[in-house]
């Protein structure tokens, strides 16, 4: 067990819905990732937030956002879904704000767009 | 453009043997490398790391070799063992790009008993 917690861990909506994705971090850990795995993929990187503010973006698309509340969780908010933005969503944490050995990744939340 | 590769998507060994994992990168700024293990239904766990500054890291069964010249490293598992069987993913930062990690696509080891 990583720490790291994700919510849902199934998800499956239509075309054009809008989802929230959920993470919480390991206790204590500033930093949240979030990254995309579609099928047969590598990782993709989206967004990083560090206490609440948005440090670097990956290739996460407009129809996309991201924030970190004052408890440190993070939602990852996917709208007008398209049948291509199925895939594991990562998140990651780690408890300063640049990456490094200590990134502990959750389960991750599958998203199927039908 | 893909910056991290990973040309074997899979590789098969025998329990005892060595298990060797490549990875190719692109971009002279990368400056940390990470392997990844990932197991179904789980998120990836960091294995082991190496900094630029270095060729070589080891942790156990698990070394890992950087060369930069070549802009290649490799994770070395001796012996491997049937609980090694997962998917390996190579990945790499950069201090100019706000460490964010970038990942190779991955290679999926079975060891056989």
């Known amino acids: 067990d990583s720490g790291v917690t994700q919510t849902p861990k199934h998800l499956i909506t239509a075309t054009g819905q809008r989802v929230t994705l959920r993470c919480s971090p390991r206790?204590?850990?500033?930093?949240v990732y979030w990254y995309q795995q579609s099928l047969d993929q590598g990782l993709q990187f989206l967004i990083h937030?560090?206490?609440?503010?948005?440090?670097a973006k990956g290739n996460i698309l407009e129809r996309f956002s991201a924030q970190q509340f004052p408890d440190l969780h993070s939602e990852l908010n996917l709208s007008s879904l398209e049948l291509g933005d199925s895939a594991l969503y990562f998140c990651?944490?780690?408890?300063?704000?640049?990456?490094?050995?200590?990134?502990?990744f959750g389960q991750g939340t599958r998203l199927t767009v039908v | 453009d893909q910056q991290v590769k990973q040309n074997s998507p899979s590789l098969s060994v025998q329990e005892g043997r060595i298990s060797i994992l490549n990875c190719d990168y692109t971009?002279?700024?990368?400056?940390?490398f990470l392997w990844y293990k990932k197991y179904p239904a789980e998120g990836p766990t960091f294995l082991i790391s190496?900094?630029?500054?270095?060729d070589k890291n080891e942790d156990g069964r698990f070394t890992v070799f950087l060369n930069k010249s070549a802009k290649h490293l490799s994770l070395h598992i001796v012996p491997s063992q049937p609980g090694d069987s997962a998917v390996y993913f190579c990945?790499?930062?950069?201090?100019?790009?706000?460490?964010?990690?970038?990942f190779g696509g991955g290679t999926r080891l079975m060891v056989k008993p």
């Open positions: 990651a944490s780690s408890a300063r704000g640049q990456v490094n050995t200590e990134a502990f």
């Open positions: 206790s204590g850990d500033l930093s």
């Open positions: 937030y560090y206490n609440g503010e948005e440090r």
């Open positions: 971009n002279s700024m990368f400056d940390y």
């Open positions: 190496i900094s630029s500054i270095k």
């Open positions: 990945a790499a930062s950069a201090k100019n790009a706000g460490n964010m990690l970038t």
